[in-house]
């Protein structure tokens, strides 16, 4: 359990029957040839503070193109460091594999599941065989993410991407393992929202 929304007001408790927790947590797939391992996600300051900033936002779009998607995982980056741990304050890997932020995969994929009461997010991630090459030690799930409530006929703000997860070897997540460049390196990134 990464972190809980506690529902308060005896009025909302008494129309659902979920009444304690919204419970978020997130699960990252691996997949380099012959291996395959799952991992728990951690997120960074800049996921959880957009959460925020959604539920403060009060806006109102007249136009498509002024829409803005307020947290939105977009894309992954791969990293060597093995020895710094993950802090909330974290915006960067520490050794990204390839020029900052990373070297970008070659195809990116997302799908929405919802299922009564759940509601599942998942960013996959493909570098072709031999894109990225090296020790594996950190992964991290870029997006865009409010950097501040919006009010009024703000639309938008800046869509420049923000780290908003990250696993790192040096946190005990997994074991660095170098990347097998004869097969694709595939991150399947998974955030599931649970009403408990």
């Known amino acids: 359990m990464l972190f809980n929304i506690k529902l308060v007001g005896g009025a909302s408790k008494r129309r659902s029957k979920y009444t304690g ?29 957009a959460l925020g900033y959604i539920l403060g936002s009060n806006w109102t779009a007249s136009a498509a193109s002024a829409v803005y998607a307020p947290l939105n995982p977009q894309t992954m980056y791969v990293g060597s460091d ?35 009461g759940q509601s599942s997010f998942t960013l996959s991630a493909v570098w072709n065989a031999s894109t990225v090459t090296g020790s594996l030690g950190e992964m991290a799930l870029y997006g865009t993410a409010l950097t ?49």
């Open 148 to 196: 501040a409530a919006l009010t009024g006929s703000q639309g938008s703000q800046s869509t420049s991407q923000v780290m908003l997860s990250r696993l790192s070897a040096a946190d005990g997540d997994f074991s660095a393992f170098a990347i097998n460049s004869a097969y694709a390196l595939q991150i399947n990134w998974t955030i599931t929202f649970t009403f408990s």
């Open 21 to 49: 927790r919204i419970r978020a947590e997130g699960w990252v797939e691996v997949i380099n040839g012959p291996y395959r391992k799952k991992f728990r996600n951690h997120f960074v300051d800049s996921a959880l503070f």
């Open 82 to 116: 093995t020895s710094t741990k993950t802090a909330a304050t974290m915006t960067a890997l520490a050794a990204p594999i390839g020029s900052a932020p990373g070297t970008a995969p070659n195809t990116v994929s997302t799908s929405i599941v919802t299922q009564t």
